[in-house]
């Protein structure tokens, strides 16, 4: 799936996966009633594993109200290996930037 200019694996029902110890860029997704995704919150991480996936995260209350549901909650992964925090903020502030999350606010 591409999200901006870039490629994300998934997304995946949040509830049924189960985070990598990978460096990455997140987005937190939700299908609308036209059966497309809408991006809720854009994230980043050195290590997936450790980001409080799937309901321990700060903003999953958020996640939630906004899908309308848990099982409605979505996450796609741009894996970044080798990356520095500089690196991901960067893709993160983009994508902020185009899609104006309401859970990042």
Same mark, same amino acid.
């Given at each position: 799936m591409d999200i901006g200019n870039y490629d994300f694996e998934g997304?995946?029902?949040?509830?049924?996966? !189960?985070p990598p110890s990978r460096a990455g860029v997140?987005?937190?997704?939700?299908?609308?009633s036209n059966n497309n995704y809408n991006v809720d919150y854009v994230g980043e991480s050195e290590?997936?594993?450790?980001?409080g996936f799937p309901w321990s995260h700060h903003r999953s209350d958020c996640w939630i109200q906004?899908?309308?549901?848990?099982? !409605?909650?979505?996450i796609a992964i741009h894996y970044m290996p080798y990356s520095t925090q500089q690196q991901r903020t960067a893709v993160e502030s983009e994508l902020i930037r185009a899609y104006t999350p309401g859970c990042n606010g």
């Open positions: 997304p995946y029902q949040l509830d049924n996966w !189960n997140y987005c937190i997704l939700h299908r609308n290590n997936l594993s450790e980001r906004s899908a309308g549901s848990k099982s !409605n909650v979505y």
